[in-house]
């Protein structure tokens, strides 16, 4: 549904109530913290920036070009052949795993025990990360007509 | 608790990649393809949840978290890359930046 739409902006819709189908697993897999983290981000935070560009950029009718049909056969053999080799190499991986799930391992709690020591230094490089990327993207959209003065 | 076998998961994360796989090359207007970039982190989160479920080790959670916070960067900055590129040409279409070919 993402991908054969042709408004974006129903591409953009269908791709939430795929993210929300997502947190959704996570509250299966016991991954409560991540499944609230995901529905913010996701949902919340990226979907939005999305639509925002989409109108910004006056998207919202179809006027997208299309490939040729080579092309699009080309696109559908590769991603089913990409798909079977996936699922035939992950195929044997159920005789690895004797575990059985603890009920608590998503909690808050839980992960930032883990989150703030054993993996405090990642942390603080996504900050970074982060930064980097709001100055980058705050550069990248500015007006141009301010460069040459500065 | 009955849990469900990691194998339907990994079905199901296979078949999301292999759509966001799909997208990237059926498609060329560029949001679309920056939204299945998405797609296919996703899948890789999914998978790793399960499997951070199935192994009992929380740090596949926490890699979760940071592939989050990379997936965030890479949106902002592309979005911003893709303003500045239809202010350019005045469109989206991706065959329309074959100028760094020649």
């Given at each position: 549904?993402?991908?054969?739409?042709?408004?974006?902006v129903?591409?953009v819709?269908y791709?939430?109530?795929?993210?929300?189908?997502?947190?959704?697993?996570?509250?299966?897999l016991?991954?409560?913290?991540l499944?609230?983290v995901?529905?913010?981000?996701?949902?919340?935070?990226i979907?939005?920036?999305?639509?925002y560009?989409?109108?910004?950029?006056?998207?919202?009718?179809?006027?997208?070009?299309?490939?040729?049909n080579?092309?699009?056969?080309?696109?559908?053999i590769?991603?089913?052949?990409?798909?079977?080799?996936l699922?035939?190499?992950l195929k044997?991986?159920?005789q690895?795993?004797?575990?059985?799930p603890?009920?608590?391992?998503?909690?808050?709690k839980?992960?930032?025990?883990?989150?703030?020591?054993e993996?405090?230094?990642?942390?603080?490089?996504?900050?970074?990360?982060?930064?980097?990327a709001m100055?980058g993207?705050?550069?990248?959209?500015?007006s141009?007509?301010?460069?040459?003065?500065? | 608790?009955?849990?469900?076998?990691?194998?339907?998961?990994?079905?199901?994360?296979?078949?999301?990649?292999?759509?966001?796989?799909l997208?990237?090359?059926?498609?060329r207007?560029a949001?679309?393809?920056?939204?299945?970039?998405e797609?296919?982190?996703?899948a890789?989160?999914?998978?790793?949840?399960a499997?951070?479920?199935?192994?009992?080790?929380?740090?596949?959670?926490?890699?979760v978290?940071f592939?989050?916070t990379?997936?965030?960067?890479?949106?902002?900055?592309?979005l911003?890359?893709?303003?500045?590129?239809?202010r350019n040409?005045?469109?989206?279409d991706?065959?329309?930046?074959?100028?760094?070919?020649?």
């Amino acid at each position: 549904m993402v991908v054969f739409t042709k408004n974006p902006v129903f591409s953009v819709l269908y791709l939430i109530i795929t993210f929300f189908s997502i947190a959704g697993h996570y509250v299966l897999l016991n991954a409560q913290f991540l499944a609230a983290v995901h529905v913010i981000v996701y949902a919340g935070a990226i979907m939005v920036l999305f639509l925002y560009v989409i109108m910004l950029l006056n998207q919202n009718q179809d006027t997208e070009p299309h490939k040729s049909n080579m092309v699009k056969f080309a696109a559908v053999i590769c991603a089913g052949l990409f798909m079977v080799v996936l699922v035939g190499s992950l195929k044997g991986t159920d005789q690895l795993l004797q575990g059985h799930p603890s009920p608590d391992s998503g909690y808050v709690k839980n992960l930032g025990k883990i989150l703030f020591t054993e993996f405090l230094l990642p942390f603080e490089v996504a900050s970074v990360l982060l930064l980097a990327a709001m100055v980058g993207a705050v550069m990248l959209g500015k007006s141009e007509k301010q460069s040459p003065k500065a | 608790m009955n849990p469900i076998p990691i194998q339907y998961y990994i079905f199901l994360s296979a078949t999301l990649f292999s759509i966001g796989v799909l997208g990237v090359l059926y498609r060329r207007n560029a949001i679309i393809i920056f939204m299945c970039i998405e797609l296919m982190l996703n899948a890789v989160n999914l998978l790793m949840v399960a499997f951070s479920n199935y192994l009992n080790d929380a740090g596949g959670q926490v890699f979760v978290i940071f592939i989050m916070t990379v997936a965030a960067a890479e949106v902002a900055v592309g979005l911003a890359i893709l303003v500045l590129m239809f202010r350019n040409t005045h469109t989206t279409d991706i065959n329309v930046l074959n100028r760094l070919k020649w």
